[in-house]
């Protein structure tokens, strides 16, 4: 392994879900603005996350295909056999 390549600023850092409001510690060099007050009552950065494993349709069980636009439409129109 190559030394002096990886980061050494890892800090606790709070990721909330957006989706469902979960929260959990974990540590991140990724830089933020926001704080939360964490349950131990302790103010940490706040990261928000699209989705974790709480609200992933793999660990869920709820696989619901998400038609953005209407994209897979176009897709099948547009590659659809004549």
């Given at each position: 392994?190559?030394?002096?390549?990886?980061?050494?600023?890892?800090?606790?850092?709070?990721?909330?879900?957006?989706?469902?409001?979960?929260?959990?510690?974990?540590?991140?060099?990724?830089?933020?603005?926001?704080?939360?007050?964490?349950?131990d009552?302790?103010?940490?950065?706040l990261?928000?996350?699209?989705?974790?494993?709480?609200?992933?349709?793999?660990?869920?069980?709820?696989?619901?295909?998400?038609?953005?636009?209407?994209?897979?439409?176009?897709?099948?129109?547009?590659?659809?056999?004549?």
């Amino acid at each position: 392994m190559k030394e002096g390549i990886h980061p050494t600023n890892y800090r606790v850092v709070v990721f909330k879900d957006m989706s469902n409001e979960y929260t959990f510690l974990g540590r991140s060099t990724a830089e933020t603005r926001d704080t939360i007050v964490f349950e131990d009552g302790k103010e940490y950065p706040l990261i928000k996350l699209d989705i974790s494993y709480k609200s992933h349709p793999f660990y869920t069980g709820k696989q619901v295909l998400v038609d953005t636009a209407g994209r897979v439409d176009k897709f099948n129109q547009r590659y659809k056999k004549k």
